[in-house]
């Protein structure tokens, strides 16, 4: 007896067959993806979050939000407070 299952012609189809939608899966999400950045390019600075354009005869939801991303030196913040990284003091602002 063999230690892995036997890839029997039935089985093969299944995982050719399988392996299609998760192709057309990845070709989704990447699109999505950069149809999400055009709509965000598009709505940036516009006040409401929520927008309902006509598409097609139908009210479309199209929700947004804007926000802050801020990276932070963690050596820097592990030090004593009121020095910076070099070991120089820096009066806090």
Request: hydrophobic share 30%.
């Amino acid at each position: 007896m063999s230690d892995e299952p036997e890839l029997t012609p039935d089985i093969e189809a299944v995982l050719k067959r399988y392996a299609k939608p998760q192709q057309e899966e990845r070709q989704l999400k990447e699109e999505k993806g950069q149809l999400q950045e055009r709509l965000y390019a598009h709505l940036r600075g516009f006040p409401d979050t929520c927008w309902t354009p006509p598409v097609t005869g139908r009210r479309m939801r199209v929700s947004h939000k804007e926000f802050t991303e801020i990276d932070y030196d963690e050596a820097l913040l592990a030090g004593p407070p009121g020095y910076n990284a070099t070991g120089r003091f820096c009066p806090p602002i």
